[in-house]
């Protein structure tokens, strides 16, 4: 069930950077993080912190509440 919440936050990151026409290392870059990071989360290998999280939607223009409103 862990692993089915990572990759649908994994999921999510990856449709939103793509939206916003970002590669990994862009937004990783502009969150102040990781590439490998960042594709770790996609992968769905890792959960964020809330706090990386937060950074990773300010760089997509969202909210915490709008990533997680279709969960």
Known sequence: MES?????VGERL?????NNNLS???L???ADLDRSY??????????PSVE???KICNVLNTSLSKFFHDF
Request: hydrophobic residues 35%; without cysteine.
């Open 4 to 8: 089915d919440f990572r990759k649908q």
């Open 14 to 18: 990856m449709n939103l950077r793509s």
């Open 24 to 26: 990994q290392e862009m």
């Open 28 to 30: 990783a870059n502009q």
């Open 38 to 47: 960042i594709s770790r989360i996609e992968r769905g290998i890792i959960s």
């Open 52 to 54: 990386n999280l937060s």
